[in-house]
């Protein structure tokens, strides 16, 4: 028999704060505690809502860094400008806004660690910065000379291909593999045999307590349609329609109605249900049909007769029902408000949209 690894020594069992004992997460589990010994960057790599903060959070958590700070950077909230001086702080009069000095995040996490959530959204100028602290452990503060040096340790996530926006020309191949020494791929919750269940009764027990309610359990066909179903948007989906199924439940069995019928796949019941998808979410699927019913078959050009047009008019609808809010309209989309902001030019809608609202 071949001996075991040093890697399959390491303990398996669930991280404080993690649901789940799948084999996928149990990989999660032995990897994050590898990483979390030595000081090297770590890249956590997967879909929007698979637990990449939480992730990071143990691995700080984990390290001989725990009694120093742990930083918080969503990269895809803020513009250039405002990101890098986020990230590396700025002296009063650098720009318009900048009344004071003011430290950056590195700064503040120095001792510690640093998440860089979303890394792929940051433009190549920020790329560039990133990739000198990464190395060099230094930087300067926007609008001035002097060098500061800081002992951070960082922790980067991407929920797309990075290697494929490196061919794309988006991502700068060096900062890649600078982030990329201990990679973590977090698996989509379809890929999580048998932890549906238990992230399902783990929420139920939360919204019960925030709401005040009393749902004791969820009835078999209503759990066998959440293992049945395939979670594009992960965690955060499930945990969203077990809260909404808690508030809206008369009595005290979670029934397969309270689910939505994307979940379900029972178009009769869902339309008696007390659910009821809001104009934003029925927006994208309605006005996508009536395009296509549209389109004369055997098109070569899809994309002029379908996408663009549909773009086009679900940027317009959902800035509307935004009150022309970028951030607002993004978190709505499930996109960064870098590219939001970029889509809004494609089409000629950016003048008529708010920027600065993070």
């Known amino acids: 028999m071949a001996p075991k690894s040093p890697f399959e020594a390491v303990d398996g069992s669930p991280l404080p704060g993690l649901i789940g004992n799948s084999t996928a997460m149990t990989e999660v589990y032995r990897m994050t505690r590898m990483a979390a010994r030595s000081h090297a960057s770590v890249l956590l790599l997967g879909e929007t809502g698979t637990g990449k903060e939480l992730i990071a959070g143990a691995l700080h958590q984990l390290s001989d860094r725990e009694s120093g700070p742990f930083v918080r950077v969503n990269c895809g909230a803020l513009t250039e400008s405002l990101l890098a001086s986020e990230l590396f702080g700025h ?10 000095d003011r430290t950056g995040r590195f700064e503040a996490a120095h001792g510690g660690s640093i998440f860089l959530d979303e890394i792929n959204s940051t433009s190549s100028t920020l790329q560039v910065k990133l990739l000198r602290v990464l190395q060099e452990r230094e930087f300067e503060r926007v609008g001035d000379t002097k060098t500061v040096s800081v002992d951070v340790r960082v922790i980067a996530a991407s929920n797309c291909d990075l290697a494929k ?6 991502f700068r191949e060096d900062l890649l593999w600078r982030l990329n020494v201990l990679p973590i791929n977090l698996p989509p919750l379809r890929k999580r045999t048998g932890d549906v269940e238990l992230l399902a009764r783990h929420f139920l027990e939360i919204y019960n307590r925030k709401n005040q309610a009393s749902v004791k359990s969820i009835a078999p066909d209503a759990m066998a349609a959440l293992n049945d179903y395939n979670w594009p948007g992960n965690v955060r989906e499930l945990q969203n329609y077990v809260e909404r199924a808690v508030v809206l ?57 379908i996408v663009a047009p549909v773009e086009r008019e679900l940027l317009v609808q959902v800035m509307e029902n935004c009150n022309h809010t970028q951030t607002k309209a993004a978190q709505l989309l499930g996109i960064n408000r870098n590219t939001l902001y970029k889509k809004l030019q494609e089409c000629g809608l950016s003048k008529s949209s708010k920027g600065d609202d993070s």
């Open 249 to 305: 439940a008369q009595g005290d069995v979670l029934e397969s109605y309270l689910l939505p019928s994307a979940v379900t796949g029972d178009r009769a019941a869902a339309a008696s249900a007390v659910f009821r998808p809001s104009d934003e979410e029925s927006l994208v699927s309605e006005f996508v049909f009536n395009r296509i019913s549209k389109v004369e078959e055997n098109t070569d050009d899809l994309y002029k007769q």
């Open 165 to 170: 926006t490196v061919a794309e020309g988006d």
């Open 91 to 100: 002296v009063k009069g650098s720009f318009t806004d900048a009344v004071k």
